[in-house]
Structures are given as structure tokens and as C-alpha cells.
């Protein structure tokens, strides 16, 4: 019984890592490939961890693609970091790895309707592992609990605006 608990355990990690990396890597190959720099906004939220050699914080940077945005936002913080070849983010500044954590990414969108297309609901932050379309230049990267059964972050970037509003891109 216990062997068949980790297993589902262990399965569900991998299905929400590799959720991760697929909507990062979306992000990363359709995103943006032009020539032309642009400004990259990432917000890093570490779930609780802060005080232990990291603190939330924007990141600020220019880049001509949102994956090398990425990886010259978590350069620029110093603090260290692991990431798959497609963006999946195992650890930034020592925090990952935990049972039934992980890091999310969500991309700002000021045009999003709901699923019957009759009402807006803006701006939110919006899950960016299970989309097949990311726009945008605003990410919130979030270190959190997500339900095994569900695949579901239990993190809501638009549920605390006092977190990141008045800051950053925002400020």
C-alpha cells in the first residue's frame, strides 16, 4: 500500500514538472524569435521561504525571447538556479525539490474571457503550464503546493494583489 502511494506521488511529480516545462518551452519557441529586444518582467514568489538566502522579488530584463528572458532574470538575481533545457525550473536559489511542491508559472493577460467567451476577466494572471498560447512579458513564478490528483497549483498569483502590485511593471 505504502509502495503504491509513493508511486502515485512520484507520477504526479513528474506529470506537473513536465506540465512546467512544456509551458515554458511553449513560451520559449513561440513566444517571441524576432531580432528586437524586449523588456521582461518575472516575479518570484518563493512560497514561504523567504528570510532563508531569498527574498520575492522583480526581476527586470531585456531579451529577444521569453526562455533567454528567463535565464537572464535568474543570472541577474545571483542566487543560483537549475533548469531543463525546455525552462522546466527545478530549483532557483536553493528552493526545490520538496514533496509535493513545485514552481509554477503564470503569464499576465489583460484579454482573457471565460469559457463561455461572454464575460472578461481581467487583468489575471493565468496558468501558463496548461495553455496552448502565451502572450505577453509578465510572469509570475511561484514555489508551491499542487494536489497530486488534480495536477492543480494550489498557489493563486491573482488572489493577494498586495504581493506584486505595486511594484515592478506595476508600480
Do not use: C
Not at 502572450?135 to 494583489?161: C, H, I, K, R
Amino acid at each position: 500500500m505504502a509502495d503504491s502511494k509513493m508511486m502515485v506521488y512520484a507520477v504526479a511529480a513528474l506529470v506537473v514538472g513536465a506540465a512546467v516545462g512544456v509551458g515554458i518551452g511553449y513560451i520559449a519557441f513561440h513566444g517571441g524569435s524576432g531580432s528586437d529586444s524586449e523588456t521582461y518582467w518575472f516575479y518570484l514568489d518563493f512560497g514561504g521561504h523567504e528570510g532563508e538566502g531569498v527574498e520575492d522579488q522583480w526581476v527586470e530584463v531585456s531579451s529577444n525571447s521569453p526562455l533567454s528572458a528567463l535565464r537572464a532574470a535568474l543570472d541577474k538575481t545571483g542566487m543560483g538556479y537549475n533548469m531543463s533545457g525546455t525552462g522546466w525550473i527545478v530549483d532557483i536559489g536553493g528552493v526545490g525539490g520538496d514533496e509535493n511542491m513545485s514552481w509554477g508559472s503564470w503569464f499576465w493577460n489583460t484579454t482573457v474571457y471565460d469559457a463561455s467567451w461572454t464575460s472578461p476577466q481581467y487583468p489575471n494572471w493565468i496558468d501558463s503550464s496548461g495553455f496552448d498560447i502565451t502572450v505577453g512579458n509578465v510572469f509570475y513564478l511561484g514555489y508551491t503546493e499542487y494536489d497530486p490528483v488534480s495536477y492543480e497549483y494550489l498557489l493563486d498569483p491573482n488572489a493577494d494583489l498586495s504581493v506584486w502590485s505595486t511594484t515592478g511593471p506595476f508600480a
